[in-house]
């Protein structure tokens, strides 16, 4: 009888394991809560949803996700339009060296890590023409590196 119980609680103790190791498996492929970064592979992320097709998207009321990439020497896509008052999420790699991005006159400005995607949330309250910079050297034409977002 006391040998049954041993193997019965024996049998609790690894699932009880198991299961742990179950759950911090999964928890390590998810991106930790408040770590708004995420990996991907450089070579191929101009083939790879959703940065295949950079651009806006619309999320909702007056809301947008923005997919970008930034390479030597330019953004895609060239241009950006966006209505007054819209919240844009971005959402920005490079395909090769680090680069920066900035819109002037606003707090938007991060730096473009190839292999990694890094977000920040804006909304453009004011109409008017956006300055985007690489304020990272990037290389020989990074002063010209940049392109506009345009608020209407
Ligand atoms: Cu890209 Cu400097």
New binding site residues.
């Given amino acids: 009888r006391l040998e049954k119980m041993w193997l019965i609680f024996g049998i609790s103790m690894l699932i009880v394991f198991l299961a742990v190791v179950g759950v911090g498996a999964f928890a390590m492929g998810m991106t930790p809560p408040g770590d708004h970064r995420h990996t991907v592979n450089p070579e191929t992320v101009d083939q790879t949803e959703p940065f295949n097709h950079p651009g806006l998207r619309k999320i909702g009321e007056n809301e947008y996700e923005a997919y970008l990439l930034?390479f030597?020497?330019g953004y895609s896509p060239e241009k950006l339009e966006i209505p007054k008052g819209a919240t844009v999420h971005f959402n920005i790699t490079s395909k090769d060296v680090v680069?920066?991005f900035e819109i002037v006159g606003t707090t938007v400005n991060m730096m473009v890590m190839p292999g990694e995607v890094n977000h920040l949330t804006y909304k453009f309250d004011k109409p008017g023409d956006f300055l985007i910079l690489?304020n990272?050297?990037?290389g020989g034409a990074?002063e010209y590196?940049g392109t506009t977002l345009t608020v209407t």
Avoid: P, R
Wanted: charged share 10%; with cysteine.
């Fill in positions: 930034a030597a020497f680069h920066g690489c990272e050297y990037c990074h590196m």
